[in-house]
């Protein structure tokens, strides 16, 4: 959603095999060596520096740098290469855009302000990092923009979108911005309703999509500073289809995302983030009908486990005139739902938490990762009071939990370009056509308190200490083999689902049946609690201490059992 009106086998073969490899790095995918350090200002003035060296990873619900340090994503959108035409009307009329605001395919701004100057102006706001969406569509695009698309930038002229995209990657990157590439859209246009690029694959196959991610990572390999791989942008109902979170068919985003990291990861990048956004919406918008936004919530009982761990990021969107089972719409597809504006301060919490938060704020399981809000957002004009409250609400539980963000959008136009009103007043920094700009920086704009809380409220800075990992296994729907040395061996039981552990991190748990296992790198058992999470939900499972590992499963045929795990044998690591 965006800142605009929207409308919105069996699990076990019987000689399957789980392994679990306990070999530090083994077969590890090569890291390069760190950048060097770089400026990045994450206070609110933009005059104070501290130093972060890339590339970033993660640590339990923190995102570090290269140095174990807290690096928060303190982000906006910077919006225009995924597309601005709404889809009708003539594509070169700038009434046919959103806002009015022609992007001809590149970031915003370009055609009025330097570089240089847009640069500082997000310093000005205190952001170290920034969103940088595009389009599968972008990445082919052959013909240069108009010159009047960088007007202000004639360095840039007779370059295609994907070369601007270069540029200002560049530009951005030598300043000490961190920068992630988020795949929005398939086709260069405004987004999020029933448009056509409801899903990652609405017009392009699974593989073909993971290809563009293959292109994408390679092409910034050698730029440290593009630190992550925003995988797709709120995926979503299209007129017909849902999509799903572990169904195995070609609409399950779970496994999608799943295989474009692998990919990524062994083919690319293995240094970049893996960021993977919750499903947007499922269902019919109709009273009476089943319908809602999951958000986050499936990752509860089936998580991501990647091939190089500490790179995992999970992410979510919240705008005010959505709701946990509101569209967004007005009139068709408007139900009786609450909108997140409509719940009061602590309704909003907690809806929060379980639709999200909780990745982040539950600690020791195997869904446990960094949260980061990557689009929230509210209009310059906002005369509601409850829309006003819900910002303040969300940036104050932000701020309350430490959670990274993003801001949408971050630059917008003040005027339409041809001195009529016009523009997206819901950008923290809007240009007029001579480059002059209005926004949170300047004047009387409501939103500048709110702003300034989240941006100077007590967060954790420093060393984070290295946190034991909780991965999942699951043989759902196919092989699960998530370590580098063990797929080096190639296919140890032919015809069998088989899983493993990623490289130094060993079996500990398995379920009794849909193929589930549990792995961790823990050194020791620190509680009496089962840490790990319920990594087979509503099954059966058995789970080793802390300290050990399974050595040995134990599994029957007979009647009723399928081939089964039904015992495990716990060895100290020692």
């Not at 073969?13 to 679990?20: D, K, Q, T």
């Not at 399981?365 to 509601?384: D, K, M, N």
């Not at 990274?404 to 523009?423: E, N």
Request: proline letters at 5%; one cysteine or more.
């Amino acid at each position: 959603m965006k800142s605009s009106v929207r409308a919105a086998g069996s699990a076990l073969a019987v000689s399957l095999v789980l392994i679990g490899t306990a070999v530090s790095g083994a077969g590890a995918a090569p890291v390069a060596p760190a950048a060097a350090r770089t400026a990045a200002t994450p206070g609110s003035t933009g005059t104070s520096a501290v130093s972060w060296t890339a590339p970033l990873s993660t640590r339990g619900r923190f995102i570090v740098d290269a140095d174990g340090t807290r690096f928060r994503l303190k982000a906006g959108n910077w919006d225009g290469a995924q597309g601005s035409w709404n889809g009708s009307g003539d594509i070169n009329d700038a009434a046919s855009h959103h806002g009015g605001q022609n992007s001809h395919g590149i970031p915003l701004g370009l055609d009025r302000v330097a570089l240089p100057t847009l640069l500082a102006d997000f310093r000005a706001l205190g952001l170290n990092s920034i969103r940088l969406p595009f389009s599968n569509e972008m990445i082919r695009a052959t013909a240069p923009v108009p010159d009047a698309a960088v007007a202000a930038n004639p360095q840039l002229r007779g370059r295609t979108p994907l070369q601007i995209f270069d540029a200002v990657i560049a530009a951005l990157t030598a300043d000490g911005f961190a920068v992630i590439l988020n795949n929005h859209t398939n086709t260069t246009r405004w987004c999020c309703g029933v448009d056509g690029n409801e899903r990652w694959n609405s017009h392009q196959s699974t593989r073909q999509w993971a290809d563009d991610w293959v292109f994408m990572a390679r092409r910034y390999h050698d730029n440290a500073r593009v630190v992550g791989a925003d995988l797709y942008n709120e995926v979503r109902r299209d007129v017909r289809d849902d999509p799903n979170w572990g169904l195995g068919d070609d609409h399950d985003w779970q496994a999608a995302a799943q295989e474009a990291a692998d990919r990524i990861q062994t083919e690319a990048n293995p240094r970049l983030l893996v960021l993977i956004e919750g499903i947007n919406w499922t269902g019919l918008p109709v009273d009476g009908l089943p319908h809602g936004r999951p958000t986050l919530a499936p990752a509860r009982t089936l998580s991501h486990t990647l091939l190089v761990s500490g790179k995992l990021v999970y992410s979510a969107h919240f705008y005010g005139y959505t709701g946990p089972h509101h569209s967004g719409a007005t009139g068709l597809g408007e139900t009786s739902d609450p909108r997140y504006q409509d719940l009061s301060r602590e309704q909003l919490r907690a809806v929060l938490h379980d639709q999200a938060f909780f990745v982040s704020q539950e600690t020791g399981q195997h869904f446990t990762a960094p949260l980061w809000i990557s689009e929230f957002g509210v209009g310059a004009e906002e005369q509601g009071t409850a829309a006003r409250s819900w910002f303040g609400n969300l940036t104050d539980y932000l701020a309350d939990t430490d959670t990274d963000f993003a801001y949408w959008p971050l630059v917008g136009w003040s005027t339409d370009g041809q001195g009529r009103p016009g523009g997206d007043s819901w950008a923290l920094l809007r240009y007029d056509n001579a480059g002059k700009r209005s926004g949170v920086l300047d004047g009387s704009d409501w939103r500048a308190g709110a702003w300034k809380r989240l941006m100077t409220a007590p967060q954790r800075t420093g060393p984070v200490p290295l946190t034991p990992a909780w991965h999942m296994l699951s043989l759902d729907h196919r092989d699960f083999v998530q370590s580098l040395s063990a797929r080096a061996l190639g296919d140890w039981d032919d015809g069998a689902r088989k899983a493993a552990c990623p490289d130094g991190e060993r079996l500990i748990g398995i379920g009794h049946t849909q193929g589930r296992g549990l792995c961790t790198d823990a050194p020791t058992a620190r509680d009496l609690r089962r840490p790990g999470g319920e990594f087979a939900h509503g099954r059966f499972k058995g789970q080793c201490a802390s300290d050990t590992y399974a050595a040995g499963i134990a599994y029957t045929n007979r009647l009723g059992h399928q081939g089964t795990p039904d015992a495990l044998l716990c060895r100290p690591l020692s």
